[in-house]
Every structure is written in C-alpha cells, then in structure tokens.
C-alpha cells in the first residue's frame, strides 16, 4: 500500500469499524494514563475501504442518523452550533457568545476557498503535492478560547488513478471523535472524487493522541 512506504509500522484495515475495534482493544490495554484517558502516541493507520465507513460495533451503539446530521452541517458551511448542540449537547460546550464554533470543518475547508482550490489543483495536475485543507492554524491559537480544532490538515494525493487521503490529527478521541470524523472524512474524499471523476482509493488516519477517556473504557466487557 502506497502509505506503507512512509510508515513501515502502518497498519491496514478493511473499514473503520475493524479500526475502531482493534485501537479501543489496544488503548484499554496497553495505552497510558494522560488527562483521565488511556492515551497511545503517534498512531497511523489505513482504510482500506473509506466509503465502508459505518461503525457496527455492539458495545459502541453509533449513530449514524447524527453522523450524517454533523455531515450536512459542515457541508452548510455555517459555523454556528446551535442546532446541532440540539442533538449533541457537547457543542454547546464549544460555543462562542454567538453560537459559533471552530470545529465546523465545512466552514474551516471553505474559508479562502481552501476546498476549490484542492479540487483544481487535482484536475490541473494529477501530481500535485499541493491539494491540502489547513484546519487547525497555531497563528489563530488566541480564537480558540471555547473551541480547538482537533485535525490540522487534510490531504489529497492521486496515485494509480485513484484518489488517496491523508487526514492528520493533534488529538482523537477514539469513541465519539473517530466515529464520526472517520465518516465525514471519508464523505468529503468520495466528495471530490467525484468533483475529479476519479475512484477512491486509501483513506490515511493519524493522530498525534489517539485516546478513549476513562468513563468509555471496558464497554466491551
């Protein structure tokens, strides 16, 4: 697999489901004590098949009504939470004195028309190294006084005429944050490989901190 050159340790899984369940095993067994989570560092990994992007898992009980609601909201570009905070109270959290957030990765990926310009550069050059989406931006660390974006960067290479993403990630939290990003991810490669005309191929995922906080763990028992 074409990411296994850049990471030897890289490992390969069919869809996100077998993901989650192998890293919600290993972080409960062997990950540390961080920030009352089990934490492991440094983790990258590769979907196979990005688009089989639904979590089954019993003891998760995702919900895949909500995922595609959080779906549409960035697809609306609109930063404001206040009716998604309606079906995931966590958001109000987030919120600023205008019900906004930074989290609205769909608001993030059309600011400076970073999302246009991606799908261009792919129909220009397919060799471009230069299709990325900048999400987290250390320069505008003082507007993240309620609200920190969890991924950095978002990458698009076509290799094999197929087109392959990067996702990169500062933190992750495994059994709300994974589920649901992993799925609004992979609905933005099949986005604009359709936008290019161009199969999907790999979906990379790495997180810098890659954790399952304490009260999630042993739901497998």
């Known amino acids: 697999m074409i990411y296994e050159i850049l990471n030897k340790k890289n490992m390969n899984f069919k869809n996100a489901q077998e993901a989650f369940e192998h890293y919600y095993n290993l972080i409960s067994e062997t990950g540390v004590d961080f920030d009352s989570t089990k934490t492991l560092f440094n983790q990258g990994f590769t979907i196979l098949n990005p688009l089989d992007n639904n979590i089954n898992t019993n003891y998760r009980d ?3 009504k909500y995922a595609d609601r959080e779906w549409n909201w960035y697809l609306s570009g609109n930063p404001n939470a206040e009716e998604i905070s309606k079906h995931a109270p966590i958001w109000k959290k987030m919120m600023d004195s205008n019900g906004n957030v930074r989290s609205n990765y769909g608001w993030q990926w059309q600011r ?110």
């Open 62 to 64: 995702w919900n895949h």
């Open 112 to 221: 400076s028309y970073q999302l246009d310009t991606v799908i261009a550069k792919l129909k220009n050059n397919n060799k471009t190294r230069q299709a990325a989406i900048s999400i987290y931006d250390g320069k505008e660390i003082n507007t993240y006084t309620k609200d920190t974006p969890c991924t950095y960067a978002v990458q698009f290479t076509i290799y094999d005429n197929k087109l392959n993403m990067a996702v990169m990630m500062r933190s992750n939290d495994l059994w709300y944050g994974f589920c649901n990003d992993q799925y609004c991810f992979s609905k933005l490669q099949e986005l604009v490989s359709n936008e290019i005309n161009i199969e999907i191929g790999e979906y990379y995922h790495f997180a810098h901190n890659l954790h399952v906080y304490n009260n999630f763990l042993n739901k497998n028992k």
